[in-house]
């Protein structure tokens, strides 16, 4: 995961957890990534912006992606400005 400035954080899951996953190993990181940049958002802990940045997806593949799972999109006047800075 990165954050500014190439700054990176690790997340520390347990083997046995990790390896429990029904998914094959290929897929595990990216929908660690996708579950908690949901989970982030749905709790309105990060804006739209930086959940699709967590995600690593495009602001229309994060946008079907809270369709699919029936999450709501919520927006502020906050959430605006940091797309408009990170060019959303």
């Known amino acids: 995961m990165k954050l500014a400035g190439d700054k ?3 997340l520390n899951i347990p083997e ?14 990216e929908r660690l990534m996708e ?4 989970a982030l958002y749905e709790e309105k ?3 739209f912006g930086k959940a699709r940045e967590l ?8 946008h079907d992606l809270l ?5 709501k999109r919520h927006y502020n006047e906050e959430n605006l ?4 800075e990170y060019g959303s």
Request: aromatic share 10%.
């Open 8 to 10: 990176k954080f690790v």
């Open 16 to 29: 046995d957890v990790y390896q429990a996953m029904k998914l094959p190993e290929s897929e595990k990181e």
């Open 35 to 38: 579950e908690l940049a949901l």
């Open 45 to 47: 802990i990060l804006s």
């Open 55 to 62: 995600a690593d997806m495009s602001k229309w593949e994060f």
């Open 67 to 71: 369709n699919k799972r029936g999450i």
């Open 81 to 84: 400005e940091e797309d408009i």
